[in-house]
């Protein structure tokens, strides 16, 4: 009895970290997550066991669709040693009203962690707050922060280094990739250029931020809109669809309004002859990228998209 009230007061000293933005974290901490991905990345090609996790269960929440990212957080739980349990929104309280307070609370003491793929950030915020396991930003409106870690270690694996490399992001600014990807560059200390129409720049909240962060890496931010000056000699390029989840009605207008932000040949010839493309999928060929760019020899997508699951497992290993 005494034995178990010394883990039981362990378990209470423990600190409960979650991953929401990559703003939350030290670029010595992205850093290690990143080389943590490389060595379980290692493993899993060697098909070396590796099961961390044994034991853990992961709860997925989903009020938007996913390929990549179900995919990716469930086998990269079976290959910790955990098990994941996808709850779809509507098969849950939540979407018939419970409050996330409530859901929070119940959640948290039947798993070891949340993943949660929604529209509001504030609602994966508020999850946060209430619940007493680790939460992690599957996505929402504002942030992509998972996708964004696997877009670094891609990034790492092509050009064997981040730091002083030039990222040019093209398309709807006011995007959760975008976002992530602003924060990202400048905690590892990438410069990054952003092309958007004035209509659709960044986030103000999230410019501020980076260029706080900036300030610290020496990271170079630049935001513009013009895309053939922002991918000046750009050793990355990245874009995302026009017309993300949940904007339907202003499909027709963003597409008309961003034709001349498509990422194609004769707006690549600027960036750097050996640049890599990055789109972190689903794309549609001839709105944001035309097919010669997103299937041509710069093109690292597929490579982007496998290490989903090995970024997440880093997450997954060092927050669980």
């Known amino acids: 009895m005494k034995e178990l009230e010394r883990v039981i007061n362990i ?3 423990q600190i409960k970290s979650d991953f929401l933005t990559l703003s939350d974290f030290s670029s010595e901490e992205i850093f290690y997550l990143l080389e943590e991905a490389v060595y379980l990345k290692k493993l899993q090609k060697n098909r070396i066991a590796h099961p961390f996790l044994q034991g853990k269960v992961l709860g997925m929440i989903f009020e938007k ?9 469930e086998v990269g739980m079976y290959q910790l040693g955990g098990q994941a349990l996808y709850l779809h929104a509507n098969d849950l309280q939540l979407g018939r009203g419970e409050t996330i307070h409530d859901t929070a609370k119940v ?3 039947y798993l070891d962690g949340i993943m949660i793929r929604t529209f509001e950030h504030e609602k994966v915020v508020e999850l946060a707050e209430y ?7 599957g996505l929402t409106d504002l942030h992509h922060p998972a996708q964004v870690l696997a877009d670094l270690l891609t990034i790492y694996e092509h050009k064997g280094k981040l730091q002083g490399l030039k990222m040019c992001y093209v398309g709807d600014g006011n995007n959760n990739v975008c976002h992530s990807l602003l924060e990202g560059a400048a905690k590892v200390g990438m410069n990054i250029s952003v092309a958007s129409p004035a209509t659709h720049q960044p986030d103000e909240k999230v410019v501020k931020t980076a260029l706080n962060i900036a300030n610290e890496t020496g990271s170079i931010i630049h935001i513009g809109e013009d ?3 922002m ?24 597409r008309q309004k961003f034709t001349s932000y498509q990422v194609n040949e004769s707006l690549c010839k600027y960036a750097k002859s ?10 549609h060929r001839g709105e944001e990228v035309s097919a010669e760019i997103i299937d041509g020899p710069h093109s690292v997508v597929f490579d982007e998209a496998e290490n989903r699951l090995h970024a997440q497992k880093s997450i997954l290993k060092n927050l669980l």
């Not at 619940?131 to 930003?137: D, E, G, L």
């Not at 669809?241 to 963003?254: D, I, P, R, T």
């Open 11 to 13: 378990q209470e000293k």
């Open 65 to 73: 669709s996913s390929t990549r990212t179900r995919v990716s957080f």
């Open 107 to 109: 959640l948290s003491r």
């Open 131 to 137: 619940a007493s396991i680790p939460v992690i930003n």
């Open 227 to 229: 895309p053939f000056e």
């Open 231 to 254: 991918i000046q000699d750009a050793d990355v390029v990245v874009t995302d669809v026009f017309v993300s989840m949940g904007q339907e009605k202003e499909a027709e207008e963003k």
């Open 274 to 283: 050996d640049y890599i493309f990055l789109h972190c999928l689903p794309a």
